[in-house]
């Protein structure tokens, strides 16, 4: 198994541009989350899915959009970029209420 | 909502000493409390998790304690290996959340020779 997979690794978008952060799971988990990681901060949950046609916010949505048309699949739309999106994003998936699969994380700076 | 609160920022220990990493929750019905270690330019790996049933749990050189009266969880690591320098982070959450995690803001420990 890949286990969680993110793509791209790093990305350097303009003020205004808009990116969709990609993130698949091979596991056949229900549950999908995406965290953003500041400098000497934890993590903070950007949205989340508890199965396919669902999403919900997390404690800071704003600037993102979610969809999860497929149990794979969970990909974070960035909409009009803005230096505040700065930060390193995370991708998990797990099964019920249980350990989180971390993605190895996509590097955004917007200059 | 959960606010968790994790101490020390950093921590330097030399290679064998013990080290120990607090936490604090707010939410007294959080009952899953997982630690995670990330490595420079990684994702974060669960190491140990313990749930609101248990005092304490031991994964070999690994340890976490949980008072839920207190509302505190502690990280303990014995005999320290260079390899255990990375950043540690506690988390939170309860039953019926969708297993949403509120994360501490992190541990560098670091294990010097």
């Known amino acids: 198994n890949a286990g969680v997979t993110q793509t791209p690794k790093f990305r350097i978008l303009k003020i205004g541009q808009s990116m969709t952060l990609q993130c698949a799971q091979d596991?056949?988990?229900?549950?999908m989350y995406w965290y953003r990681q500041d400098p000497g901060m934890g993590l903070k949950l950007i949205y989340y899915s508890v199965g396919a046609g669902i999403t919900d916010k997390g404690e800071v949505p704003n600037g993102y959009n979610v969809s999860r048309s497929t149990t794979e699949d969970f990909p974070l739309r960035l909409e009009l970029a803005a230096p505040s999106q700065t930060s390193v994003y995370f991708c998990?998936?797990?099964?019920?209420?249980?350990?989180?699969?971390f993605g190895p994380g996509t590097r955004l700076t917007v200059l | 909502g959960e606010n968790v609160e994790q101490h020390p920022s950093t921590l330097s220990v030399q290679e064998g000493d013990s080290a120990v990493i607090k936490c604090t929750y707010s939410?007294?019905?959080?009952?899953?409390f997982p630690w995670y270690k990330q490595e420079l330019g990684k994702g974060p790996q669960l190491i140990i998790d313990?749930?609101?049933?248990?005092g304490e749990k031991k994964d070999q050189r690994i340890a976490v304690t949980l008072n839920k009266t207190a509302k505190h969880f502690s990280l303990h690591i014995t005999e320290t290996q260079p390899e255990d320098s990375a950043v540690y982070f506690c988390?939170?959450?309860?039953?019926?959340?969708?297993?949403?995690?509120?994360f501490g803001t992190g541990t560098r420990l670091q294990v010097t020779l």
């Open positions: 939410d007294s019905a959080s009952n899953y």
């Open positions: 998990a998936s797990s099964y019920s209420a249980n350990e989180q699969f």
């Open positions: 596991m056949n988990h229900n549950y």
């Open positions: 988390a939170a959450s309860r039953t019926g959340t969708a297993s949403k995690l509120t």
């Open positions: 313990i749930r609101s049933n248990v």
